[in-house]
T-cell receptor
Framework: AQKITQTQPGMFVQEKEAVTLDCTYD???????LFWYKQPSSGEMIFLIY??????QNATEGRYSLNFQKARKSANLVISASQLGDSAMYFC??????????????FGPGTRLSVLP | GAGVSQSPSNKVTEKGKDVELRCDPI?????LYWYRQSLGQGLEFLIY????????KSGLPSDRFSAERTGGSVSTLTIQRTQQEDSAVYLC??????????FGPGTRLTVL
């Protein structure tokens, strides 16, 4: 089963509008972390935002916020006031509990966001 | 530098040749990851190193792929007898244990 699901392969948004990129996850661990990365056409992977499973407040970083709904196992990324430079692939990722050793960092398939002028 | 570095940035090789890709992680990061990304696709996990422990090799696609990490720092990913399907961008990331991964710029491998 997919541990990270991103149901939107592609999204369009008008410049200056807000956009929500969906991410749902599957884990039985109590302690885990959720991450969003941006990958522009240049190919670099840029860390955007982190949410810990025990964090009570939704994470925010500038124009990025993470809408964390633990009971629904969703961690949607909200980008406010979209800019042309936001056009990129966006990956949701999860790091599972510290009780597990080994590679425990999984990425979703990504959503391609296109910001329209 | 402060970030993860990878070399070479681009590598073109002939089918059947061996290639070595290098990753220099951020100083002090104990965890190091290798991923492969084919054109327009997501990230495919290859291998994970954590400190001095045995690496998690569960993502390596075949025995032609191997990786080592010397002295808990620099890592080398080796692909033997390259095939055309090995063409991809190979990304390296490092982190403190259990923390955010920071990625290098990647190595674009083209096998002719």
């Amino acid at each position: 089963a997919q541990k990270i699901t991103q149901t939107q392969p592609g999204m369009f948004v008008q410049e200056k509008e807000a956009v929500t990129l969906d991410c749902t996850y599957d884990t039985s661990d109590q302690s885990y972390g959720l991450f969003w990365y941006k990958q522009p056409s240049s190919g670099e992977m840029i860390f955007l935002i982190y949410q810990g499973s025990y964090d009570e407040q939704n994470a925010t970083e500038g124009r990025y916020s993470l809408n964390f709904q633990k009971a629904r196992k969703s961690a949607n990324l909200v980008i406010s006031a979209s800019q042309l430079g936001d056009s990129a692939m966006y990956f949701c990722a999860m790091r599972e509990g510290r009780d597990n050793y080994g590679q425990n960092f999984v990425f979703g398939p990504g959503t391609r966001l296109s910001v329209l002028p | 530098g402060a970030g993860v570095s990878q070399s070479p940035s681009n590598k073109v090789t002939e089918k059947g040749k061996d290639v070595e890709l290098r990753c220099d992680p951020i100083s002090g990061h104990t965890a190091l990851y290798w991923y492969r990304q084919s054109l327009g696709q997501g990230l495919e996990f290859l291998i994970y190193f954590q400190g001095n422990s045995a690496p998690d090799k569960s993502g390596l696609p075949s025995d032609r792929f191997s990786a080592e990490r010397t002295g808990g720092s620099v890592s080398t990913l080796t692909i033997q007898r390259t095939q055309q399907e090995d063409s991809a961008v190979y990304l390296c990331a490092s982190s403190r244990q259990w923390d955010t991964q920071y990625f290098g710029p990647g190595t674009r491998l083209t096998v002719l």
